[in-house]
Structures are given as C-alpha cells and as structure tokens.
C-alpha cells in the first residue's frame, strides 16, 4: 500500500449520517416544476431500425408507461397503415390516464384519419426548414399557413387537443417559424413544438429559440431533440421522450436520462409524479421488444450507473454517498456497488466488503489482505468472488495463527 497508512480519518460507521445527503442542483432561472412528458416510444420509437412493435407489445408498452406516469403517449399515423389505425383505436380504447395522441401531417386527410381512430389529441408536424420545403413536401410558408388553419379549425370541432409543430425547426427561418406560430396560437392550439429534427442544435440555441417563441406565444411549448450529436437532453413545458431514446437513426431523449435529469433539476416533482421504480422494468420490456441491450453506460439503469470503483472515491461513497452521486439509486429502486476487485482498489472499501462478510480484523489487516488484492489484480481481472475468497481465507488464517 502506498500514501495514505497513517491517515485513515474516521470510519464512516462512526459517523452520523448526514441529514439529507443528496442535494439538488437548484436552477433558479428556469420553471422547471411543471413540465410534461410526451411518450413517443410508439411513434418515434417505431422509427427506430430494429422496432417491429405487434399489437400486444404496443399494448404492454401503453400500459408500462401509462403505469409509469407518463402524460402523453403519442402513437404512429393512423394513415400509416391499416394495422396502424387499428392500433391508434385499441390504445384509445384502453382507458388509460395518459392522453393518447397520434401524429400525423399537418394535412386534412391525416387530421380526418386521427379524429375516427379516436384518439385524445392530434400532433401536427410539417417541415419548415428550406431543406424539407424544397425536398419534402414542396409548400410554401403561405400555404403551409393556410392549411396549418383549416386542419386546426376542423380538429377544433371535433374537440382534440392539437399541437402544432415544425419539423426542422432550427434550420427554419426564425421570423417565418415565428409568425407562423403566432397565427396557429391565436387559432387557438394547445401547444406548439420545435424540433431538432436532424439533432444539430446546441443548448445556446435551444435556450435562445424556447426564450423567443416564449414570447411570442401564449400556448404550451414542446420540445423533441434528436441524438445525433449527443445533446438531446433538454426541453421546456413538454418534452418528448422515447424508452431508451428509441427513434429514427440513434434517436431522440431518452426517457431513462430525462428522469436523472429531471430528479436532479426538480427533485419534488419528478418523484412525485413518476413511479422512477419502474424504470428499469420499462426499458428491460422496450430493449427486449427492440432486441437491443441497455447500454452499460445507460443513465440510472447502465449496468455500471452506480458502480464505484477507484479506491478514493469508494471511501468517499460509503462516508456519504452523495460525494460521488448526483444521483441517489434508491429513487429507481436500485442499489450502488463498490468494486474491490482491481489494482485500484482502497483498503476503505475492502474494510466494509469485509464488515458486509462478518469477518471482523483491524485496520491494519484490512490493509494487508488489500495488498493481497492488488497483487492478484494486478495478475489478472477479478470477480467478486474471487476477492470474498481472497478475503475468507486471509480472516481463516488470522484465526488458526
Ligand atoms: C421527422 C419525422 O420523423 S416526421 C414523422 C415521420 N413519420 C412518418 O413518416 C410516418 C410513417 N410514414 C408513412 O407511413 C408514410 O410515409 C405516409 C403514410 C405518411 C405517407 O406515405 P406515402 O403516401 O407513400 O408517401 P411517402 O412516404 O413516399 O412520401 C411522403 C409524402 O408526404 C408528403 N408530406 C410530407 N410532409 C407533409 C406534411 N407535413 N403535410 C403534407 N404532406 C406532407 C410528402 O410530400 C410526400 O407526398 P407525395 O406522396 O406527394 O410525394
Ligand atoms: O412533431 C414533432 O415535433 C417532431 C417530428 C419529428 O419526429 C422530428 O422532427 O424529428
Ligand atoms: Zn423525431
């Protein structure tokens, strides 16, 4: 052992427990205590390249994040296909607490198509970037205006909730993006969404478009952010989210990381509203149905999220675990684990494997069997088991000398 023999501080059984050991990282400029979350798992996430969702996975999954707490959950064009709209009406029927949305173009044969699938609320999406005018659907801002108005009204009558969205909307022109959201909030529509379509927008931009729009528009705001340069965790009054961020290329939030955000950003509300012990089940259902694995460094549920490993951190995290933790496991219904199988290992954490074993020795032997440790782990990789060995038999020849 090197460095640290004679500073060993206090033990951390000693100690009391501090109060409330993890703490919020307060955001004071942002309301960030009432947002929404838009579950498109069965809309985005069936974009996914993997995802062939039947009926009954659909249903599970509706029912898993409805279970959850999710407020929305947004299903695929009913136009898309006729086992598509029959899905939209049997999600419908389920009588779920979350809404139940469909999303579709900003067209009157698709609004038609969503109002008879009986759905709770209608997302309306059409392209406003030149890229999808030129190349997508060929409008101008005029007529996407004027059609944006008709479908509006019709849906109107038929008493849904709409939203209406841009895709492509940082690639937009800002002042036609702007008035054309100032015409469809005066027509009355419960939110308007941007979206980072092609996932190239910076926290600076977000930040500077949500903070303009706030001003222009009295309605909800919704955010949808694709992963493709890895900054898709943000949002304002609702934000779209998919199960492990499941959607077109690699994806957009994901529903896990938005959560650890979430808790963080506005601890009281998030676990108040959402049942974050269901979390792991949630993505373990949507991984399986996809064929995918949860990646190892998936946020909360990775299966090294809340692993600790390094010898200064592991003494740190069993004095008060929000040393190294933003993030308290037990919100998720999880547990931490400190490493004591490598090179890197500290005699802090074998101490309290060893209490964890029942096998009583003092500091000093605590060291000596940590050396032992490193010496094997410097050999070759270890397991847990190998090291509770390396421990019981050290503590058997303690007792036979
Ligand atoms: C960024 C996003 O993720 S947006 C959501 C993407 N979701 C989907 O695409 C849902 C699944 N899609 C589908 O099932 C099909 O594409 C359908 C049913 C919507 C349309 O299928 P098709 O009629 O075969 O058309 P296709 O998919 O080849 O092309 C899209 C058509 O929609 C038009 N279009 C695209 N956006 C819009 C819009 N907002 N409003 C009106 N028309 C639009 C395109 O111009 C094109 O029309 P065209 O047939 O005259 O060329
Ligand atoms: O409807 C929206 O807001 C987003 C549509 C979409 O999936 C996207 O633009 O990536
Ligand atoms: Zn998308």
New binding site residues.
């Given amino acids: 052992m090197c460095g640290n023999e004679e500073s060993t501080g206090t033990a951390p059984s000693q100690r009391a427990p501090p109060a409330t050991p993890y703490q919020a990282v307060q955001d004071y400029i942002s309301n960030v205590n009432s947002y929404k979350i838009i579950e498109s798992t069965l809309r985005?996430g069936e974009?996914f390249a993997n995802s062939f969702f039947d009926t009954e996975t659909k249903v599970k999954i509706a029912k898993a994040l409805d279970s959850f707490g999710v407020d929305y959950i947004e299903l695929?064009?009913p136009?898309?296909?006729e086992q598509s709209f029959q899905d939209c009406k049997t999600i419908s029927n389920l009588g779920l607490k979350a809404k139940i949305l469909t999303?579709v173009?900003?067209?009157m044969g698709d609004a038609k198509r969503a109002v008879e699938a009986g759905v709770d609320g209608v997302d309306l999406?059409?392209?406003t970037s030149q890229y999808l005018r030129e190349y997508?659907?060929?409008k101008s801002m005029e007529v996407i205006q004027k059609t944006a108005l008709e479908v509006i009204s019709y849906l109107q009558s038929q008493n849904v909730e709409i939203r209406f969205s841009s895709?492509d909307s940082f690639r937009s022109d800002l002042v036609d993006i702007l008035s054309l959201y100032k015409a469809v909030d005066r027509a009355g529509v419960h939110r308007v969404g941007i979206?980072d379509?092609v996932g190239g927008a910076t926290p600076r931009m977000t930040y500077d478009v949500v903070r303009t729009l706030r001003g222009v528009v009295g309605c909800d705001i919704e955010c949808h952010f694709h992963d493709d340069t890895g900054c898709s965790v943000a949002g304002a009054t609702h934000v779209d989210t998919s199960v492990l961020g499941i959607g077109?290329r690699n994806g957009i939030t994901p529903l896990g990381a938005f959560m650890a955000r979430m808790v963080v950003t506005a601890p009281e509300y998030t676990k108040s509203k959402y049942n974050l012990k269901e979390l792991k089940a949630l993505e373990t259902l949507v991984a399986d149905a996809v064929e995918i694995n949860i990646p190892f460094n998936n946020p909360v549920t990775g299966f090294c999220a809340f692993t600790h490993k390094a010898g200064i951190h592991a003494k740190a995290i069993l004095a008060n675990p929000s040393t190294y933790e933003i993030l308290d496991p037990e919100i998720f219904g999880l547990s931490r684990y400190v490493s004591i199988n490598s090179r890197i290992t500290g005699w802090n954490a074998v101490r309290s494997r060893a209490e964890q074993l029942g096998l009583s020795m003092t500091d000093e032997q605590v060291k000596e069997v940590t050396a032992k440790i490193k010496q094997m782990a410097d050999i070759r990789p270890l397991a847990i088991d190998d090291t509770d060995s390396i421990l019981r038999s050290f503590h058997l020849e303690l007792q036979q000398s």
């Fill in positions: 985005e974009q695929t064009n136009c898309s296909s999303h173009r900003c067209h999406v059409i392209g997508s659907h060929g895709e979206a379509t077109e």
